[in-house]
């Protein structure tokens, strides 16, 4: 079991939401032990956890509010922070959307790794799959089954020549995030942008920030960073979606042809499902692997 972890200073970074269109600067600022991931919209001096219980909306994005406050499009930094093993931190930001940059969490990456990631003097507890967990939504199933590790299985399936089926499988940990997941970026198809933007979204959306597939192929002239990138980035969703539960998961999880909502709806059903996990926070968990920033 490794020690807790938050950001040594204050970094910040700026840009424009890939559904609303805004610019938003956001500060990011180290947070005692204990205190967990917590957003601050300073515009509306509104603090929001994230927590599974704080999810509003998963349509194209998963939404965190209260009391008619929202804050748009969390999933990649909360992978970016989940992804390096940040327990504690304090995500300020003047708008209703986390900035989108490239698309992917990598630039995230780098800012936190500026802040320079810090120790703190208290162990970080995790959550242990025990038995298998299913979850069936009618068109896509996740699954939790014990392993001695962090396991990630994700599987897609579009109907594009392109796409098709994807899989893939990876042992989670700060390096295999940073290297094999954190660069996919997200996607869209050309004929739903219409549609998108006809319903407020995507306003922000453009070829420097998502991978945009037409009939004949990818808009994109940069083509694509991995071969499968497409499975990696739902892979990132993933990640980011499952650290609502408030804890490390160890175990390996399977999820096939999921979204955000799916993604939340398992989080729920799993959490309510108390005979399958248990809170490990005094035992000392010897595959953990851990990159030493500084």
Not at 149 to 166: A, D, P, S, V, Y
Not at 199 to 208: F, I, P, T
Request: aromatic content about 8%; charged content about 25%.
């Amino acid at each position: 079991m490794r020690l807790q972890r938050t950001i040594k200073q204050e970094v910040s970074f700026e840009g424009i939401g890939l559904h609303t269109g805004s610019h938003v600067t956001v500060k990011l600022k180290p947070s005692p032990r204990d205190t967990g991931i917590v957003f601050y919209r300073t515009d509306k001096n509104l603090t929001i956890r994230a927590d599974v219980g704080a999810v509003i909306d998963t349509a194209f994005a998963t939404s965190l509010g209260y009391n008619g406050t929202r804050i748009k499009t969390v999933e990649h930094i909360l992978a970016a922070a989940s992804g390096l093993g940040i327990d504690n931190l304090i995500i300020e930001l003047d708008g209703s959307e986390i900035p989108i940059l490239d698309g992917s969490s990598t630039e995230l990456i780098d800012i936190i790794l500026r802040g320079r990631i810090a120790k703190q003097g208290k162990k970080r507890p995790y959550l242990r799959i025990t038995k298998p967990v299913f979850f069936d939504d009618g068109h896509s199933e996740i699954a939790a089954f014990p392993y001695d590790g962090r396991k990630l299985t994700c599987r897609i399936q579009f109907n594009h020549h392109l796409l098709g089926e994807q899989k893939l499988s990876i042992d989670l940990n700060e390096e295999t995030f940073a290297r094999e997941v954190a660069p996919a970026r997200t996607f869209g198809f050309v004929k739903d942008i219409e549609y998108l933007r006809a319903n407020g979204l995507a306003k922000g959306g453009s070829l420097d920030n998502a991978v945009i597939l037409g009939e004949d192929g990818i808009l994109n002239k940069s083509g694509l960073r991995f071969r499968d990138e497409f499975v990696r980035h739902k892979l990132l969703d993933f990640i980011g979606d499952i650290s609502l539960i408030g804890f490390p998961v160890y175990g390996h999880l399977v999820a096939n042809r999921t979204g955000h909502s799916t993604n939340i709806k398992f989080v729920k059903s799993l959490l309510s499902a108390v005979d399958c996990w248990e809170i490990v926070s005094d035992t000392e968990f010897a595959h953990t692997q851990v990159l030493a920033y500084s």
